[in-house]
């Protein structure tokens, strides 16, 4: 899409550098031969206001104008559905954007902008874009909704603020006395929301120039003591500029009347500690009664404004270092930040491992403060009972600053958090890793972060959307648990992990009859894809048989999926166990069918040899006649014989047990048959398999559908992550 004036726009409506920072302005990093300072966080600043809330789902688009500019350009429609058909192909809506925006036309460009606003709110680029669009337009009302709007999806966007206060500079009328009052409060909003990003500085200058403007120098010097304890990239300006304020003006014009009248009442009597030294020095004398010239009352002179202005430097001079030190302790791991913005680019392994340091080490300092602040006051606690009562009062100041610091520190974790879940919103692990920050503190800021996560940037990733139902399912939530799973489930359709997590959450809940109920819908919407349909098959036996305790009806299950797959040797081994498993009296005649079933299908040899021999060690452990142990016996040995190769030398135990042990899909299952060949009519066979208790899905080559449990298709950005059933109940520690 075409440049606005002269800032470059990446692919995805980004800004590049802006011309408002020149390549001189970028500040060397800070001094590393200076002293070291104070390890917490921001020296004597106090922590600001909560930001906006950064939750795109709160507010609505703008219903959007009636179309006065007749049909819809010739190849609307077809991009339109191109866009739509794929709405995670980034490509597909920027043809869309930049085709509307060459044909000047409104009403497509706004439709477009809004489809894509939602499913990509991160690029703050685009959202200037719609506001300049209404603007244009003359809408002044809808720009100023469309801006509030991006704030709200990115609050931390320095550029989108400074565009919002721009457009309301250019559109209300300043001589209306609420008009800079709106203004003021926007300014304050956005310092609260983007002012310790690391990259505010052009919104702190912003702010401190209005209100020169507006005559408030006294507000210009608050805003930039402010400015003066945030660790920014050009921290140093700051001071620079506070210096030619404060040089530029009288003192009692920029400072507040409470330190105005301290620092001139401190200068005076330094002024009268001087005069009467450098008299004593020089022997003069005063004629009795006659004292010093007193200054006229509301007049200072020259070098007393100038004492003062001393005064006021050097205590901005402490902030400043505390401030510096800040900036150095940070300034190589914002260095090694190369795309602090949203993009659908992947990022390379470099910049995610530098975006976990800087988390790292920024949630460190604020464990090592917090325990610093709590051993202070574990400290102080012996000494109370012996304290004077002046002292005793003076301790809820000291605790109180304790907390401000340990406050101020977790608002610079969130906002780095924020920080980087703009440029790695695509990552799945930075939002879990803010989940696990946030969650001890507050489960709806928590539940807050996961709906952001799931319902705009992360739509397609499964494994979070599971995450975020366990979160709920452990916080007693369980119809929010419910509807994200149903919610998932829509979205990325056929992951079988999906459907099994809601048969367990009901399993859980204890509603029975809608796991089950859930299974047998897998089970009947399966039949067209033979595989998944006898996996679903066996879960929902087991689910019969072990929790149900219904057997015939788990049975019932195996059967009809017999008739779809008749070749499925995990389907006969589950029968076969079901069987095994059941009374041994009443399942001899069950078993043997079993087998002869199994006999007669198309099976792999060594499976139908594993069968034989199952059936053969149920009839020696629990018959009662030794002519049906032998009948059974013979017909093994026939099958063994008709199947081909050395036999008597797996019986012995010559052959490698591993190549019976191994299904078709490479999960495990029992070893074969040694038979003694000092007795070789009487079959003495091995320990069984794992019985039906065991679980099937990874035992006796019951396993192998992991590849259920994950779909291309829905890959992650930059690379892949690898997960199974089980993993995704519990974020990664």
């Not at 003591?225 to 506070?242: E, S, W």
């Not at 400043?320 to 992947?346: C, L, M, S, T």
């Not at 042990?661 to 794992?690: F, L």
Request: aromatic share 8%; proline share 7%; glycine share 4%.
């Amino acid at each position: 899409m075409a440049a606005e004036g002269c800032e470059e726009m990446s692919g995805n409506g980004e800004l590049g550098e802006s011309p408002d920072m020149e390549a001189s302005e970028v500040p060397a990093p800070p001094p590393m031969e200076m002293a070291e300072v104070s390890e917490e966080n921001g020296g004597t600043a106090t922590a600001p206001d909560a930001p906006v809330d950064p939750d795109p789902t709160s507010f609505p688009m703008p219903p959007a104008a009636e179309d006065e500019e007749g049909e819809m350009p010739a190849d609307f429609e077809r991009l339109w559905k191109v866009a739509h058909d794929n709405p995670q192909d980034f490509t597909s809506w920027t043809d869309l954007l930049q085709y509307c925006e060459q044909e000047s036309h409104v009403t497509a460009s706004r439709r477009s902008l809004e489809a894509f606003l939602v499913r990509y709110p991160l690029c703050y680029g685009y959202w200037k874009k719609f506001a300049d669009l209404e603007r244009r337009a003359g809408f002044n009302d809808k720009a100023e909704e469309v801006c509030i709007q991006g704030l709200q999806a990115i609050p931390l966007s320095v550029d989108l603020w400074i565009h919002y206060i721009n457009l309301l500079l250019g559109t209300l009328n300043m001589n209306l006395p609420e008009s800079p009052q709106k203004i003021r409060s926007v300014f304050e909003n956005a310092i609260a929301a983007a002012g310790l990003d690391f990259h505010s500085d052009r919104l702190w200058d912003l702010y401190v120039e209005w209100e020169k403007e507006q005559g408030n120098m006294k507000n210009a010097t608050a805003v930039l003591d402010r400015a003066l304890t945030v660790p920014t990239q050009l921290y140093n300006t700051h001071y620079d500029k506070f210096k030619e304020h404060l040089n530029n003006h009288e003192p009692k014009e920029v400072l507040s009347p409470e330190e105005y009248e301290e620092l001139r009442t401190l200068c005076r009597q330094s002024q009268k500690a001087e005069r009467a030294e450098q008299a004593q020095e020089k022997d003069e004398e005063r004629p009795p009664g006659e004292e010093e010239p007193a200054t006229p009352e509301g007049t200072d002179s020259e070098e007393l404004m100038q004492k003062i202005r001393e005064q006021v430097l050097a205590r901005r001079d402490k902030v400043y270092q505390d401030n510096e030190g800040e900036v150095r302790k940070r300034w190589n791991f914002e260095d090694a930040i190369k795309r602090p913005y949203f993009h659908v680019k992947p990022l390379d392994r470099i910049q995610l491992r530098a975006w976990h340091s800087y988390l790292d080490w920024e949630v460190a300092q604020l464990h090592s403060n917090a325990a610093d602040a709590t051993q202070s006051e574990y400290a102080q606690e012996p000494n109370q009972a012996t304290t004077e009562e002046s002292e005793v009062t003076s301790q809820p100041r000291v605790e109180s600053e304790d907390a401000a610091a340990v406050a101020r520190d977790d608002h610079r974790v969130r906002i780095l958090f924020e920080r980087c879940l703009i440029a790695c919103a695509l990552y799945e692990e930075f939002w879990i890793r803010y989940v696990q920050y946030l969650e001890p503190q507050s489960v709806d800021e928590a539940r807050a972060v996961y709906r952001r996560a799931c319902e705009i940037h992360l739509a397609y990733k499964p494994n979070i959307h599971m995450q975020w139902a366990t979160f709920e399912e452990r916080h007693g939530d369980l119809t929010e648990a419910r509807r994200v799973l149903e919610a998932l489930e829509k979205i990325v359709p056929g992951l079988v992990v999906v459907r099994l997590r809601r048969a367990a959450l009901e399993r859980r809940a204890g509603q029975l009859e809608q796991s089950e109920a859930l299974l047998r819908e897998a089970v009947a919407e399966s039949k067209e894809k033979p595989t998944l349909h006898a996996f679903y098959s066996i879960k929902l036996a087991r689910l019969l048989l072990k929790l149900s305790r219904n057997p015939s009806r788990a049975r019932s299950v195996l059967q009809e999926a017999l008739e779809i797959s008749p070749d499925n040797d995990k389907l006969h081994l589950n029968l076969l166990e079901l069987e095994v498993s059941g009374d041994p009296w009443a399942s001899a005649e069950a078993v043997q069918e079993c087998v002869t079933r199994a006999l007669a299908a198309p099976l792999a040899p060594h499976t139908k040899i594993l069968l034989s021999q199952r059936g053969l060690q149920f009839t020696e452990d629990y018959s009662d006649s030794i002519q049906s142990v032998l009948s059974v016996y013979e017909g093994h040995q026939k099958l063994l014989k008709e199947l081909g190769g050395t036999k008597r030398g797996a019986e012995n135990g010559d052959e490698d047990s591993e190549k019976l042990s191994k299904s078709e899909d490479g999960s495990a299952v029992a070893a074969s048959a040694q038979v003694p060949p000092t007795m070789p009519h009487v079959p003495i066979t091995t320990p069984p398999p794992p019985m039906m208790g065991a679980d099937m899905s990874t035992q006796a080559g019951y396993g192998a559908y992991s590849s259920w449990y994950q779909q291309p298709q829905y890959g992650s950005y930059g690379y892949q992550n690898t997960w199974n059933y089980n993993q995704g109940y519990y974020p990664p520690s």
